[in-house]
């Protein structure tokens, strides 16, 4: 593998993880314009070197918000994501390539803001709300019609006249800042997780299934564009100010721009008047007000030509150091985190900032009491970015990153290749033991209801949970002898350590922490193994085998199951009736019948999901692919495939089966 191919891989890999942390754990570790640099220097790479083009590459991606309690209905009209700029200088450029794409035409453009929530498109239908869906992957979304419903702010019934009788119009869900504190100060009291911003809140409000509760946190709305065959206007302002006449929210600060003066004042005017508003924003739009011009501008593969944002510099704040201290993980791995004097950042009180290792530690250089530079990445995550060496104290000792685990004690092994320090002591390390306890009830885990950091921690103080296999021993009884555990929290507890013995295996072999083997090869392994005393048993070379198993992780199931208290474990689990197998209906349902036939999955699909398609062609033989090669057996086409792909696989001569035709072969 060359070189540009291992970065290619590296950056797939990396910005496969950020997303995931982003639109599923809603957590993200990287600001906007990192995510944004590593996906610009991968699309170069790929326009460099197109065999290395692959369908599943995050440049052909748009993020998903896509949940398992909702139906899900496609869009009419897909919503993909925009381009983002940093500066004004990147803005004006953009304005340049748009006036070339329509030479001898000086469009006008609309600037408005760019809330930080979660996307929403609105269907409606002689004027009455008639369908919500969440943006999700950009072509299907999550239906939340009835949380939507509860959002004071929009409409069910249209207010005066003139709209057209079938439209949708798109906008962001948003939590207000006066409702966000309010929210994070009754989960505080309650000593429920703290949300991290309004748009975490938001998010996860509008995905609850609970109307009732939805409708009691408080969501709004803003509006920013409008859709269909019979818009009242020829221009993207004038059906925006349409739309509030009938009763939508949408901005005072949208606005039409004349020229390039224009678009620098107005950047620099809300990069001051953020700050003031009630709802969270990260930047602006500028999209090119004429409708027949947007059409003629036309799309690119993931963002539309005529619109562009603009992403405000993370909002930086200064404050003094008062200690480091060393968090550890449960698969033992220290963090040095920088503890500080409470400052205002982006909204949200912070208090604590990861430094992540020891090299960036070292290349911080933080002496003790240092004022300190803090950001938050994507104005989300609070993170150390400079120190202030002109305030350092006179003798004020560096920082030095520990040497034994500041838990147990032990001393602490550095992971080969990486920046890691770890703790080995696996089995006695109280934060490590805790940690996998903690994952292992979790609800893409065992979902065990009832048990979150605090109780797990205190089960361990009581000596009642010393290990995941100890939680199958709860009594209703043995709860209740807990502090502030009464007999209906303990009763909830109790059913849902039972429940958990229904979990299928695949989130079983992921519950166990085995090392490096996250949620998606926890699948993959359950599946090839079939069963735990296969898993156990299976060698190096065995796993290896496994699509996408390497070495690494190869070895670290090996090692996992070499030690004697993991297969005690295990059988315990089993003891209590924990899933440890792939049901044999599953197993029944495989065939030969594609015969290793190779497959590229393209478009959107009405019976199943991709994801489903993926695991049929599997399941009955067949192999998945990224990308159209001479080599690839069939093309399985859903509505929307990219004309790019279907031109290639004609070219090639590669058959191209819809849905039905596709499963009238495994049949």
Same mark, same amino acid.
């Given at each position: 593998?060359?070189?540009?191919?291992?970065?290619?891989?590296?950056?797939?890999?990396?910005?496969?993880?950020?997303?995931?942390?982003?639109?599923?754990?809603? =957590?993200?570790?990287?600001?906007?314009?990192?995510?944004?640099?590593?996906?610009?220097?991968?699309?170069?790479?790929?326009?460099?070197?197109?065999?290395?083009?692959?369908?599943?590459?995050?440049?052909?991606?748009?993020?998903?918000?896509?949940?398992?309690?909702?139906?899900?209905?496609?869009?009419?009209?897909?919503?993909?994501?925009?381009?983002? !700029?940093?500066?004004?200088?990147?803005?004006?450029?953009?304005?340049?390539?748009?006036?070339?794409?329509?030479?001898?035409?000086?469009?006008?453009?609309? +600037?408005?803001?760019?809330? /930080?929530?979660?996307?929403?498109?609105?269907?409606?239908?002689?004027?009455?709300?008639?369908?919500?869906?969440?943006?999700?992957?950009?072509? %299907?979304?999550?239906?939340?019609?009835?949380?939507?419903?509860?959002?004071?702010?929009?409409? $069910?019934? $249209?207010?005066?006249?003139?709209?057209?009788?079938?439209?949708?119009?798109?906008?962001?869900?948003?939590?207000?800042?006066?409702?966000?504190?309010?929210?994070?100060?009754?989960?505080?009291?309650?000593?429920?997780?703290?949300?991290?911003?309004?748009?975490?809140?938001?998010?996860?409000?509008?995905?609850?299934?609970?109307?009732?509760?939805?409708?009691?946190?408080?969501?709004?709305?803003?509006?920013?564009?409008?859709?269909?065959?019979?818009?009242?206007?020829?221009?993207?302002?004038?059906?925006?100010?349409?739309?509030?006449?009938?009763?939508?929210?949408?901005?005072?600060?949208?606005?039409?721009?004349?020229?390039?003066?224009?678009?620098?004042?107005?950047?620099?005017?809300?990069?001051?008047?953020?700050?003031?508003?009630?709802?969270? !924003?990260?930047?602006?739009?500028?999209?090119?007000?004429?409708?027949?011009?947007?059409?003629?501008?036309?799309?690119?593969?993931?963002?539309?030509?005529?619109?562009?944002?603009?992403?405000?510099?993370?909002?930086?704040?200064?404050?003094?150091?008062?200690?480091?201290?060393?968090?550890?993980?449960?698969?033992?791995?220290?963090?040095?985190?920088?503890?500080?004097?409470?400052?205002?950042?982006?909204? !949200?009180?912070?208090?604590?900032?990861?430094?992540?290792?020891?090299?960036?530690? %070292?290349?911080?250089?933080?002496?003790?009491? /240092?004022?300190?530079?803090?950001?938050?990445?994507?104005?989300?995550?609070?993170?150390?970015?400079?120190?202030?060496?002109?305030?350092?104290?006179?003798?004020?000792?560096?920082?030095?990153?520990?040497?034994?685990?500041?838990?147990?004690?032990?001393? $602490?092994?550095?992971?080969?290749?990486?920046?890691?320090?770890?703790?080995?002591?696996?089995?006695?390390?109280?934060?490590?033991?805790?940690?996998?306890?903690?994952?292992?009830?979790?609800?893409?885990?065992?979902?065990?209801?009832?048990?979150?950091?605090?109780?797990?921690?205190?089960?361990?103080?009581?000596?009642?949970?010393?290990?995941?296999?100890?939680?199958? /021993?709860?009594?209703?009884?043995?709860?209740?002898?807990? /502090?502030?555990?009464?007999?209906?929290?303990?009763?909830?507890?109790?059913? +849902?350590?039972?429940?958990?013995?229904?979990?299928?295996?695949?989130?079983?072999?992921?519950?166990?922490?085995?090392?490096?083997?996250?949620?998606?090869?926890?699948?993959?392994?359950?599946?090839?193994?079939?069963?735990?005393?296969?898993?156990?048993?299976? =060698?190096?070379?065995?796993?290896?085998?496994?699509?996408?198993?390497?070495?690494?992780?190869?070895?670290?199931?090996?090692?996992?199951?070499?030690?004697?208290?993991?297969?005690? !474990?295990?059988?315990?689990?089993?003891?209590?009736?924990?899933?440890?197998?792939?049901?044999?209906?599953?197993?029944?349902?495989?065939?030969?019948?594609?015969?290793?036939?190779?497959?590229?999955?393209?478009?959107?699909?009405?019976?199943?999901?991709?994801?489903?398609?993926?695991?049929?062609?599997?399941?009955?033989?067949?192999?998945?692919?990224?990308?159209?090669?001479?080599?690839?057996?069939?093309?399985?086409?859903?509505?929307?495939?990219?004309?790019?792909?279907?031109?290639?696989?004609?070219?090639?001569?590669?058959?191209?089966?819809?849905?039905?035709?596709?499963?009238?072969?495994?049949?």
């Amino acid at each position: 593998m060359n070189d540009a191919a291992k970065r290619v891989e590296r950056l797939r890999r990396e910005l496969n993880e950020h997303n995931y942390r982003y639109y599923v754990e809603n =957590s993200p570790v990287v600001s906007d314009r990192e995510f944004d640099d590593m996906m610009h220097e991968l699309e170069a790479l790929e326009r460099e070197h197109p065999e290395l083009d692959d369908e599943l590459s995050p440049t052909h991606r748009v993020g998903s918000d896509l949940g398992k309690g909702f139906l899900q209905a496609g869009h009419i009209y897909p919503m993909l994501s925009l381009g983002n !700029t940093y500066s004004p200088e990147e803005v004006e450029q953009w304005l340049d390539r748009t006036r070339k794409a329509i030479p001898g035409e000086a469009p006008d453009v609309v +600037g408005e803001l760019k809330f /930080d929530g979660t996307g929403i498109s609105l269907i409606y239908e002689q004027g009455r709300l008639v369908r919500a869906v969440t943006r999700g992957d950009g072509s %299907r979304g999550d239906v939340v019609t009835d949380n939507v419903k509860t959002i004071r702010s929009i409409p $069910l019934q $249209l207010r005066g006249g003139g709209w057209p009788d079938f439209f949708e119009i798109r906008g962001e869900i948003v939590m207000p800042w006066k409702e966000f504190e309010r929210l994070n100060a009754e989960r505080e009291f309650n000593e429920e997780p703290l949300f991290a911003n309004p748009r975490n809140a938001a998010a996860g409000t509008l995905k609850l299934l609970n109307p009732a509760e939805v409708a009691r946190r408080g969501l709004d709305a803003y509006f920013y564009y409008m859709l269909g065959e019979d818009l009242p206007h020829a221009t993207h302002y004038d059906n925006m100010q349409a739309a509030r006449a009938w009763g939508f929210k949408v901005s005072d600060h949208m606005v039409r721009l004349r020229s390039e003066a224009d678009v620098d004042a107005y950047i620099s005017r809300m990069d001051a008047e953020r700050r003031q508003l009630p709802v969270a !924003t990260d930047g602006l739009v500028f999209k090119v007000d004429s409708l027949r011009q947007q059409l003629n501008l036309g799309f690119t593969a993931k963002s539309p030509r005529w619109a562009i944002a603009y992403k405000f510099a993370a909002e930086r704040a200064r404050t003094r150091l008062l200690s480091v201290s060393f968090d550890v993980g449960r698969m033992g791995t220290v963090t040095p985190v920088a503890n500080l004097e409470p400052v205002q950042l982006s909204g !949200t009180v912070v208090r604590r900032a990861s430094m992540h290792n020891e090299d960036i530690m %070292r290349q911080l250089d933080v002496h003790e009491g /240092d004022m300190l530079y803090v950001e938050k990445g994507g104005e989300i995550i609070p993170k150390i970015v400079d120190v202030d060496v002109d305030a350092r104290r006179p003798g004020a000792a560096p920082v030095r990153f520990v040497s034994h685990c500041p838990a147990c004690g032990t001393p $602490l092994v550095r992971v080969e290749g990486e920046a890691a320090w770890v703790c080995p002591d696996k089995w006695g390390c109280v934060p490590q033991i805790t940690g996998r306890v903690e994952h292992f009830v979790g609800r893409r885990m065992m979902n065990i209801d009832g048990i979150g950091a605090e109780t797990v921690s205190a089960l361990f103080a009581s000596g009642l949970v010393r290990g995941i296999a100890d939680l199958y /021993d709860l009594s209703v009884d043995s709860l209740m002898s807990l /502090d502030g555990i009464a007999r209906k929290g303990a009763v909830r507890i109790v059913d +849902g350590v039972r429940a958990s013995c229904d979990v299928p295996f695949e989130r079983v072999v992921y519950a166990l922490s085995i090392p490096y083997v996250g949620e998606t090869t926890a699948k993959k392994v359950a599946r090839a193994a079939g069963n735990i005393d296969r898993l156990m048993a299976m =060698s190096e070379a065995e796993l290896t085998a496994i699509e996408d198993v390497g070495p690494r992780i190869a070895a670290g199931i090996v090692e996992y199951f070499s030690v004697p208290a993991n297969r005690e !474990t295990v059988e315990r689990l089993r003891a209590a009736g924990v899933c440890m197998a792939v049901p044999e209906a599953d197993t029944a349902e495989t065939s030969d019948s594609l015969g290793g036939k190779s497959f590229v999955i393209s478009g959107v699909f009405e019976h199943h999901s991709r994801d489903e398609y993926k695991e049929l062609i599997e399941r009955n033989g067949g192999r998945n692919v990224g990308s159209i090669s001479k080599k690839t057996d069939y093309v399985l086409a859903g509505a929307n495939m990219g004309p790019a792909k279907l031109e290639k696989a004609q070219k090639l001569g590669i058959p191209v089966i819809g849905e039905d035709e596709f499963l009238a072969m495994i049949e």
